[in-house]
């Protein structure tokens, strides 16, 4: 996944974000787009099209990268377990998840050099060799 790292990482390390501006971002998505996801869409069309919905708007369902397709993939699966939050647990906990999940993502982005983090560089050739 490297190359998902280094385009996603450069672009958020260029931002330069402090912790408060990461917070603010991570609750605004998670606030934002679960309501609309969740508390709109979720209702009409179900949580795995509004799970996949959310991840082709996000572009991570690529087609023509599979690096990206494969991470929309993942992010896919996440997505429907956030649906799922939403459904059993309520709204709410729908967004504090989107929040935490935004708040790790942005912070590992933003204050790890990822290419050289043993838990990415081993997941990353794990990856590699079971896909050749």
Known sequence: MNPVLEKYGQVVKSL????VVIVFLSFSAGVGEEFFFRG???DYLGIVITAIIFVLIHGYLNP???IIFVYGLMM?????G?????KYIGLTSAMVAHMVIDVILFYK?????LLQD???IKQDADFSENNQ
Do not use: E
């Open 16 to 19: 330069n974000l402090s912790w």
């Open 40 to 42: 709109v869409l979720q």
């Open 64 to 66: 023509f990268d599979k």
């Open 76 to 80: 896919t699966v996440i997505i429907i």
């Open 82 to 86: 956030v649906g799922f939050i939403d």
């Open 109 to 113: 982005l933003s204050n790890t050099d």
């Open 118 to 120: 043993p838990f990415f």
